[in-house]
Each structure stands twice: as structure tokens, then as C-alpha cells.
């Protein structure tokens, strides 16, 4: 595809439950980011992967929280026993290389809710 | 800790108008500047992207300019048409970092 996709697209889930959110960068792309967008906290980084380079998981609110990216290119972010604050839009994004030089490229992120 | 801040929150102009939107970081050393575009319900649009050694972007109506001095970035956008509304994020990329640090937004509404 031209663009970052993400899926699902929404995702409604019980309090406890694990959850999986795909990402698919853009071709190519190198960098692979994940963020959150929620209500009152804004974007916020959660997790970064360059090529084969150990992942910065510094924006990573809790150990229930892990991503992982197969292969240098589709990535996975998962939550494990969510919780109702876990509700937020999980965007992701891409760049052709790491670092400030490269712009980012978004996709369409992926709405949880937690009920 | 780069913070970054967004003013105003919200912005609603008649059809036409030129306009402003200003961004603020509280670090200076940014490497680049984004300004993005995000619709209800959708990802984000990347607008213009200025690298910390230039001093404005271009893209059809639209110009942002940073001045890293003053800690400063601002997006203008002329003549400006209903089809221009929605939320307006900058967001800055700094040299210790390896992620983009977002402002709130602002919420921008252009009336017919």
C-alpha cells in the first residue's frame, strides 16, 4: 500500500482482556513508531524501532504494555489485562530512516475502548 | 523535557481569512519541526516538515516558519476555506530523542 495502515480500525474490549493492534509501515521505512492519543493527555510516544537495533520503550506507560516488529517491517503492540484508561486512538508512523531529518508519516490509528 | 504548547486551543474565522497558528517548545534544541493535520476521526496529515537549519516552509497556502532562538514555530495559512477545518498539531524532534513531542492542537474552523 502507499500509506501506514493499522488494523483494526476500533476495537471494543472487557476490562482483563489482552488486546492486539497491528501496524503495517510504509514500504521500505525503516523507523517505526507507535503513539497515543488520548483525552486530556494529547499524542503521546509510547515506543520506537530502527532496522534491527534494540527498540527505545522509554514512552511505554506500564509493563502491561509490549511491542514487537517481525521481520523489519510489521509490528504489533500489545496490551495485556487492559484497563479502562488504556482507552485512546493508538496511532503509528513511519519514517524512511531514523532521526529528526526524516518526516513521519501517520496511519489511521486504531480506537480502543475498554469497557 | 521538551515540552511544546499550542495557542489558541480553538479558532473559528469567517471564509477567506488569513491566519496564524502558533507554536511554542521549551527546548531549543530541536532538530526538526512538523506541522500535521488530523481530521474527527482520522490519522494525521503531515503538512510541512522544517529541519532545525531552515527558517520557513512552503506548501501551497500554507507557510511555517521556525525561529529556534525564541523557542517559536507558526503556521499561516492564507485565504482560507471551509475545507481548512480541522485540527492543526506541531510537533518538534529533538536531538536526544527518537520520538516527536506534540502540542495539544489547535482546533481550527473556517465558516462559509
Known amino acids: 500500500g502507499a500509506g501506514v495502515s493499522q488494523s483494526p480500525s476500533n476495537k471494543v474490549t472487557e476490562k482483563g482482556k489482552d488486546v492486539e493492534l497491528r501496524c503495517d509501515p510504509i514500504?521500505?521505512?525503516?523507523?517505526l513508531y507507535w503513539y497515543r492519543q488520548s483525552l486530556g493527555q494529547g499524542l503521546e510516544f509510547l515506543i520506537y524501532?530502527?532496522?534491527?537495533?534494540?527498540?527505545?520503550k522509554s514512552g511505554l506507560p506500564s509493563d502491561r504494555f509490549s511491542a514487537e516488529r517481525t521481520g523489519g517491517s510489521v509490528s504489533t503492540l500489545t496490551i495485556q489485562r487492559t484497563q479502562q484508561e488504556d482507552s485512546a486512538v493508538y496511532l503509528c508512523?513511519?519514517?524512511?530512516?531514523?532521526?529528526?531529518?526524516?518526516?513521519?508519516?501517520f496511519g489511521p490509528g486504531t480506537r480502543l475502548t475498554v469497557l | 523535557k521538551q515540552e511544546v504548547t499550542q495557542i489558541p486551543a480553538a479558532l473559528s474565522v469567517p471564509e477567506g481569512e488569513n491566519l496564524v497558528l502558533n507554536c511554542s517548545f521549551t527546548?531549543?534544541?530541536?532538530?526538526?519541526l512538523q506541522w500535521f493535520r488530523q481530521d474527527p476521526g482520522k490519522g494525521l496529515t503531515s503538512l510541512l516538515l522544517?529541519?532545525?537549519?531552515?527558517r520557513e516552509q512552503t506548501s501551497g497556502r500554507l507557510n511555517a516558519s521556525l525561529d529556534k532562538s525564541s523557542g517559536r514555530s507558526t503556521l499561516y495559512i492564507a485565504a482560507s476555506q471551509p475545507g481548512d477545518s480541522a485540527t492543526y498539531l506541531c510537533?518538534?524532534?529533538?536531538?536526544?530523542?527518537?520520538?516527536?513531542?506534540f502540542g495539544g492542537g489547535t482546533r481550527l474552523m473556517v465558516k462559509p
Open positions: 508512523a513511519s519514517s524512511l530512516l531514523a532521526g529528526g531529518l526524516n518526516e513521519q508519516f
Open positions: 514500504s521500505g521505512h525503516t523507523a
Open positions: 524501532f530502527q532496522g534491527n537495533s534494540a527498540p527505545d
Open positions: 527546548d531549543s534544541a530541536i532538530y526538526n
Open positions: 522544517i529541519q532545525s537549519s531552515q
Open positions: 510537533a518538534g524532534f529533538n536531538n536526544a530523542g527518537n520520538m516527536l513531542t
